[in-house]
Structures are given as C-alpha cells and as structure tokens.
C-alpha cells in the first residue's frame, strides 16, 4: 500500500505540472499549483510514515517502462522510505510557504511548470530500483531545477549559475553512469536486486566508491564539487532554494548512500578514510565561506555546504567501523548522519523561507542594507531566530541531537584497529568542533545584522510583515525543529529498520528510556534528554522574567544610550556584516580566501572619504575550474576550422575515425 500511494504521487505531480501550463498566467493559478502539490506532498508524506512506523517489508513493482527488456523496477523499502519522508517533508512545508510567497513572483509561468516535475523527479529517484529508472529520474530531477534556477534568466548572474550547474550536473550524472556500469557487469544486470546478488570485485568496488562520491558529491556539495551550490540556490526563487537546499542534497546523499552501503559490497576499510578527509574539509570550508558573505542567500547555501559535510562525516564514521566488524557503532554515525539529514530539510528551509521573507518585505537580501527588521517583522524574526539556534548545534533543538550523536560516534575511534582511522577520526572530529563554534558565529552575524540594530537603508525601513501563508510554513518548520529536538527518541526509533538495513545492527531502543532520555550505546557510557533541558531552560527563562517584572524597581529612568563611545545616531556607526566577519577573516582568510585588505586614508584637510576594500578569492575555482574552462575555451577556438572544412575534407575525417575505431575493436582484448 505504501508504495502504490507513493507511485500515485508521481502522476498526480506531473499532471499538475501540465495544468501549470493552462493556469500560468492566471491570477490565481499559482494557488491551485502549490494547493495540489501541497496535497500530493502530504499524501506521499503519509505513505513515508506507514512504511517506517508500520515496520512493513519492502514492497517492490515492476512497471511496463523504461527499457524493454528491463522495464521499471520500484522498490520501497525503510531507506527509500525515511528519505521519502524527507522529501515530502520538505515538499509539503516549500508549497505551503509558495501559497503567499508564490503571488509576488515576477515570472510565474517559468516556476509554476517545473515545480510540480521537480517533486516528481525526486520522489522517482527515492523509489528507482535500477539504475536505468534511476538515473533517468536523476536527469529529470536535475533538468527540472535547471529550469527554476533559470527562472529569472534576464540577470546575467542568474544564467552564469544555469550553466555552471548544468555543466556540474552533467558531469555527475556520468560518473553515476560509470558507478552503475561497473555494478552492472558484463552481463549488464542493472535491477539493484540482480546488483545485491552479484556484488563487483573489490577492485570495481573502490571505483565505485569513488564515483558515486563524485556523482552524488557533487550533486549533494561537497569540496571541491561544491561551486556550483552558492551560484544556483541564491539565484532561484526561496521555496525553490529551500528545496534545492533542503530537500535535493539529501536525494543525492540517498544516491551515495544506496549505492556504497547497499550495492557495492563489504566495505574496505581505507574507503571511510577518504570519505572522512573529504567531509572535515567540506565541514570546515563551507562554514568559513558562509561568514565571508553579505549576501543572505549565499550565506545560507554555503551553510548548506557544511551541514552536507556533517552527513557525510556521519557516513563516513559508518564505514569505518563497518568495515571494521563494530554494527553496533556503526549504527550510530549511521543513525547521526540521516538523522542530520532530516533535521537540516528542516532548520535550512525555515531559514530560506525566512531569507524569501525578508527579500519579499524589503526588497534586499544584501544585509548590509538590511537591519532593524525585528520591529517590522516580529514573527519572522522569532522563526527566523529559532532555525539559527537550531543550525547552530544548541539545545534543545533538533541540530543538536545529531551532531551530538556525530560526536558521540568520533568518541568510539580508540576502539578501531586501524592506526590511520584512530589518526584521522579525531581530527575530523575538531574539524566538527570548529565548524560548530563558526556556526554558531555565523548565525549570531546573520540574525544580528538583519534583524537587530537600527535600519541601513529606506528598503528596509520600509519592510512589512510577510503573508500567512508564509508565517505558517515557517512556524511549521520551528515547530518540528523543537518536537525532534525534545523528543528524539521517536525519530532515532523509526529510523532504526533503515540504519539496520545498512550496517546489519541498530541503536538501543530509545522510546523505553525514562523521561525519552536518549541513549547511544549504553545508559553508563553517555546520555541526553532534551525534554528535561526544554523543561529546565523554559522554567529559568520565566523565573528571570518574572523576578525582572516583579521584583526589579519600576521606576522609569531615561538616560542617553550607551553607544560604545559613538554619539552619531546614523546607521553607518554600528557593527556590519562585513565587520563582524573580521577578526575570523583575518585568522582563516588570509590562507583560505588569500583576504587582502586595502585602506584609503586621505591625508588631513582632504575632503575625500577613506575607504577600506577587502578582496577575496574562491582558491577552488581558480585552482581547478578556472584552468579547465580556460584549457576547454583554447581547445574550442583551435578546432573551431573544422566547421569549415570541404566536403573531401569532412569524409576524409569520417574515414579516419571509422579506420581508428576498427583498430581498437580489433585490438581490444
């Protein structure tokens, strides 16, 4: 039942998509849009819930499409359905903000038809059980999202983030086709059952390995395939942003995860070693971008960024001590990485939504024009506020939960044998820990430029409130953030049957603990229970507020504010982006970013301005993209003469191929 409620949310979504194309331009076409896949959304929502929380066997169908032989293989089983529900919990939250948001949107008929096909795309790629009905519902994804990040494709900025994520895309779905062809094998057996039965020699696995991680890693945005991510998120509209950020790098992360954990085999033990290195530094580049930036958008997406090295460094944790014979630790990090998985879809698309609320109300996501938000837009600060505490790590929320059972997992690396993991896991551990401590910076930045202080500029002087639709989506997400982050124990336990699935053991069930204390391994060992720490900072919050209202004087004293030695009332006096950032850049920057500072100071008596010009540069892209365009460029111009070549010259070119062609079918062994 779970799987045909899922299945039926896929025509249902396409069908939508074309109503889109009769309603576009309708004033009111957006509304029957995102009210259906709202709909849809929650229905393939409620089909995610009775496959994990009924504990059902895997269903599994094979439809008459796709390849003749091979058809469509659909399969749910407790993976396909935790991050379906992921899926749909993102889906679901986006349209519902989409019901206002959607009605200041300046090109509604190139959003409104790729909308409904983008939820479709990735509910396919959850449910594909071959790599053929995998990798066309990766295109279809992936083509889909083009199209809304080229929504607004008049800004030039706009199409240069089309083409480099078009370009990135492609690349990832071949080396996905390599992976799947070398599962497959000579015989070409791409159904993931035949796959499972017939696992690739350890050679073949390890190239797998390193394929998905660039197919999946790049898709997801792991460094360096990260460039991609900062360019496009920023550029579509925010539910679509909260989406592509919330919602699609865990669809790739499902990719990873399906292939390594359940098709190529057992294991090597050096494969979580190369996962590890890469996550630490995801971890850690993608936060230290964030605080670089002034641009609200862009700071999230590079957020996106490290969280998805979170994932990873869970995933990472998980092959290393299953290759290592340790289930039951391994199911912790397994458990900690889709757990994060889930409460980023959250926390990250309450943060979008509120960066499209402020965008919408201001007409800015530049925040050093921003400021002084929280007197124009109370509630959006307030669930703005939470998805910072809740990206930020803090209890009792539910970012928390999985980063400190990430941590608990890095506790367990002296009981590896191998010397180079009980080297490296610690290390990708304080990696964590200062991608932590900057998170937390990073958010402090972007809630205290934004919101607090005194307005910099008419836009935002001018803000409003945003609509109810809107509010609503965005107190949803805060809602969810704080159930998962007080009550654990209930998603750690439906998630159980996939963790178990993948590593063969699970966590210790969580919900017979008393007062929902989650516990990792053993009760001795370490425990948390984030409904005691609500109850506890709940109540010392009201003790204080109420020994400040009753207790403290009432007398009213006016007296000048202290202004830190500043008198001037203007706006350009108090702390910007850019200078809140400083001091972080002057310690990382100038390694990782090669941040140059420049100070124009006029001489006395001279009327000029003096000006202080920070430059910053992307060391990834010049290192590695810039000389690959640059060497494609030159390679274009040099065999740009054959398009004008004779007719003789044309079938002499052809008859050389065809000759060369011949050779190596010939020699080939």
Known sequence: MPLTIALLCVPALLGTSLLALVVRR??????????????????????????????????????????????????????AAWFLLIANLGGAAASLFALGYGAHEP????????????????????????????????????????????????????????????????????????????????????????????????????????????????KAGLVPLHVWLPLAHPAAPSHVSALMSGVMTKVAIYGFVRIVFDLAGAPAWWWSMLVLALAGVTTVMGVLYALMQSDLK?????STVENVGIVYLGLGLALAFKAQGMAWAAALAMTA??????????????????????????????????????????????????????????????????????????????????????????????LLALSAALAAACFVRAFGVTFLGRARSPAAERAHETDRFSRAAMFACAAICLVVGILPGLFIDALAPAVAQLVGDRMPVQTVAGWQTIVPIVEGRSSYNGLLVFVFMTAAASLTA????????????????????????????????????????RVFGTVVFRARERVEMPP???????????????????????????????????LNHLQFLTIRRYLSLVFVALVALLLVLAIWP
């Open 26 to 79: 309708s004033p009111q076409g957006y509304r029957a849009v995102y009210g259906i896949s709202l709909a849809v959304s929650l229905l393939g929502l409620f089909a995610a819930l009775s496959q994990l929380l009924a504990g059902a066997e895997p269903s599994h169908t094979v439809l008459p499409l796709g390849l003749p032989w091979l058809g469509a293989h659909l399969r749910i089983d407790a993976l």
């Open 107 to 218: 090109a509604p008929q190139r959003v409104l038809p790729f909308y409904p096909a983008f939820l479709a795309g990735m509910t396919l790629v959850v449910l594909a059980d071959d790599a053929f009905t995998f990798l066309l519902s990766w295109e279809c994804m992936s083509l889909a999202s083009w199209a809304l990040v080229m929504a607004h494709h008049r800004e030039r900025d706009n199409r240069h983030a089309g083409y480099v994520y078009l370009v990135m895309a492609s690349f990832g779905t071949l080396t996905l086709l390599l992976a799947f062809g070398l599962l497959a094998g000579a015989q070409g057996g791409y159904a993931f059952e035949t796959i499972r039965a017939a696992p690739p020699a350890p050679l073949f696995a390890s190239l797998v390995l390193i394929l998905a991680l660039l197919g999946a890693g790049s």
């Open 298 to 302: 862009r700071l999230l997406a590079y």
């Open 337 to 430: 990485a889709l757990l994060h998985g889930l409460n980023h879809c959250v926390f990250k698309s309450l943060l979008f939504f509120g960066a499209g609320a402020v965008l919408h109300a201001a007409g800015e996501r530049d925040m050093e024009r921003l400021g002084g938000l929280i007197h124009r837009m109370p509630q959006t600060a307030f669930a703005f506020l939470v998805g910072c505490v809740a990206i930020s790590a803090l209890p009792p929320l539910n970012g928390f939960v999985s980063e400190w059972l990430t941590f608990q997992a890095v506790l367990l690396s002296p009981e590896l044998q191998s010397w180079g993991l009980k080297l490296l896991v610690p290390g990708a551990g304080a």
């Open 546 to 585: 109420y020994a400040i209202h009753r207790v403290a004087s009432d007398r009213v004293r006016r007296g000048p504010a202290w202004d830190c030695g500043f008198p001037d009332p203007s706006p350009a006096t108090q702390y910007s982006a850019t200078s809140f950032a400083q001091p972080i850049r």
């Open 604 to 638: 006395p008596g001279s009327p000029a301005p003096a000006r202080l010009s920070v430059s910053l540069q992307d060391l990834v892209w010049d290192g590695l993209y810039a000389p690959v365009a640059a060497g494609v460029g030159r390679a274009a111009d040099r």
